[in-house]
């Protein structure tokens, strides 16, 4: 290759890192300075509300034990005849009331048990459910429980199984007013912020939704339900 060829190689080349130097410099630049101007700030909005649950699910659940295996099955039957009585009496439609299985336990075939010398071989568990959208209804009921008590019905009260639950199903109903409200706290607090910073707020850049959650209002009324929502939206800001 000639001096002359080689001179201009070595020039084009020269030139072409030169203007690559260039136009990243320039890019670089570009966008650093796009990055100043995007302002943003970020917030969260909630909406809070609470609302009575629409369905209540309420097992009833009851022992027996004796020594005689087809007279425990007869008590069973009595029980849960006198409960049923109960119910519908008190105004608890009859669609509403189902029965489980009775759970049986025999004592003595229970091989590592230590209740080989129990007073009563078998011990049994009932649980009559009601299920009703009827809350008020079905709370005054509870309170009157004492009447079957006095017929000699024994309850177990402390069994997690036998806990009442108030369900919340109209969430559906509820989101569109609550992310609503959620995002009108949000933009208050943002709005609050542009001013204190003497900028103006600008479109929405980004907006999540939280998940809701549903929880008990308190310990006492378990029939009042709290629902939650937070939502996080990014804004511009522009002075």
Known sequence: MSTLNRTSSLILGVCI???LSS???????????????????????LSEREYKADIVIWPIQFNIAGNDLEKVYDEIDNNTAKIKAFLEKSGIGANEISFSSPSIIDKSAQQYSNDSQAKFRYTATQTVTVYSKNIDLV?????????????????TGNNYQAQTEYLFTRLNEVK???IEEATQ?????????????KSTLGKIKTA???????SERDK???????????????YYLSD
């Open 220 to 234: 006492n009324n378990p029939q009042i339900k709290k629902v939650r929502v937070v939502s996080t939206v990014t």
């Open 185 to 197: 706290n949000a933009r208050e607090v943002a709005e609050k912020f542009a001013s204190d910073s």
């Open 17 to 19: 890192i030169i203007g």
């Open 23 to 45: 136009l990243g410099y320039l890019l670089g630049h570009a966008a650093i300075q796009y990055k100043e101007l995007e302002r943003t700030v970020t917030v969260k909005g």
């Open 208 to 214: 999540s939704q939280g998940q809701f959650s549903i």
């Open 139 to 155: 709370r005054r009921v509870m309170e009157n429980m004492s009447d079957l008590g006095k017929q000699g019905i024994v309850f």
């Open 176 to 178: 569109p007013k609550m």
